[in-house]
């Protein structure tokens, strides 16, 4: 099947385009490898974003949460279910897309492997909105795949009155730590660094972390990693000083990031930047150095290993790069093409 456009992911960022294709009557067919927003989806329950409502809204289409505060996972996941039936959105989800060839005409031919088996489609040109948080950071440590261990945080009643290390110091480790303490497990806390980051934290989050600390109702073991897990406890090793200590869990939770699956632009032929592999592409368009092929959402920061500066509200504008170079409009204000420098 031949179409103008395909698109890869269906997260916010990868709809907002849909919804914006749609707009401007170009055809387009739009797969996504597992759910709508799957992403989102492993978030633990009930989860609050850190951004405001209106500045993780798509397509013009108002968010609205039960509390007027900031919007839960289960919330936002409702609100993009909305907003596909809003605009009768044509999503083959389970539909994985495995290559993108460059053809010699110009356009693309797109393998996918889903329910129906394998297929190949054909468009003139391929829209990557396939985010940049596919797998765990692993640690490469022995009895990381035990099962008693995950770098996911489900929900929080599992623990109950069970021993839980936690691995990290950023938003997801903190949150971890918060809602396993009030919801009545034990968590102890093991960091790389010395302290907790503030600038790498909720603020909402900091004082709740601090203050369980400071009562030493939660243990904090900053300098320290793990090298060996076993089924009822951890092998900590202090950084500084080389020293280790066994620490007794029932679970283990390493919440150490998470990193992009870079093999489609590998295998498409984008130019990658740095240890992060970030695509290269025209800031004005959002089209990479392969001709036809455009990266949109986080997922044009690559793996974000300094911090995470891409959002989904600051990707809204990929959304109008990206339509006006395909309908032949620049950006107002707009230069020539200019590639990003490679990263040092």
Do not use: C
Not at 21 to 30: V, Y
Not at 103 to 121: A, K, L, P
Not at 183 to 191: H, I, K
Not at 211 to 240: G, K, M, N, W
């Amino acid at each position: 099947m031949e179409t103008e456009v395909i698109i890869v992911g269906a997260g916010p960022i990868g709809l907002e385009t849909a919804v914006a294709l749609q707009r401007e009557g170009i055809s387009h067919l739009h797969f996504e490898a597992a759910s709508i927003g799957s992403t989102i989806g492993w978030y633990a329950p009930d989860t609050h974003f850190f951004s405001s409502p209106e500045r993780i809204a798509i397509a013009g289409v108002p968010l609205q949460t039960r509390d007027q505060s900031k919007a839960t996972r289960e919330e936002y996941l409702l609100y993009l279910r909305t907003v596909v039936q809003q605009f009768d959105l044509n999503v083959r989800t389970y539909e994985r897309v495995t290559a993108i060839d460059k053809q010699g005409n110009g356009g693309f031919r797109v393998s996918t492997e889903g329910r129906s088996g394998q297929r190949t489609w054909t468009a003139e040109k391929v829209v990557l909105a396939i985010g940049d948080m596919h797998l765990p950071r692993r640690l490469g440590i022995p009895g990381e795949d035990l099962p008693h261990v995950s770098h996911y945080f489900e929900d929080p009643h599992r623990y109950f009155k069970n021993r839980v290390l936690v691995v990290g110091g950023k938003n997801s480790a903190v949150e971890a730590v918060i809602r396993l303490h009030r919801v009545g497990a034990q968590p102890t806390l093991s960091y790389r660094g010395p302290d907790l980051d503030p600038d790498r934290i909720k603020f909402w989050l900091l004082p709740d972390i601090r203050a369980l600390i400071r009562d030493r109702r939660v243990p904090f073991l900053p300098a320290t990693s793990p090298v060996e897990i076993q089924p009822e406890r951890v092998v900590l090793e202090h950084i500084e000083s080389g020293k280790r200590e066994e620490i007794e869990a029932d679970f283990v939770l390493l919440l150490t990031g998470y990193v992009q699956d870079a093999s489609l632009y590998e295998g498409a032929g984008i130019a990658l930047q740095g240890p992060g592999k970030k695509p290269r592409y025209d800031e004005a368009t959002m089209e990479t150095d392969v001709p036809g092929l455009y990266v949109a959402g986080t997922g044009a920061a690559g793996t974000q290993l300094a911090g995470v500066k891409a959002f989904i509200e600051t990707s809204h504008v990929h959304v109008d790069r990206i339509v006006a170079s395909l309908t032949g409009r620049r950006p107002p204000g707009s230069a020539a093409p200019e590639y990003e420098l490679p990263e040092s």
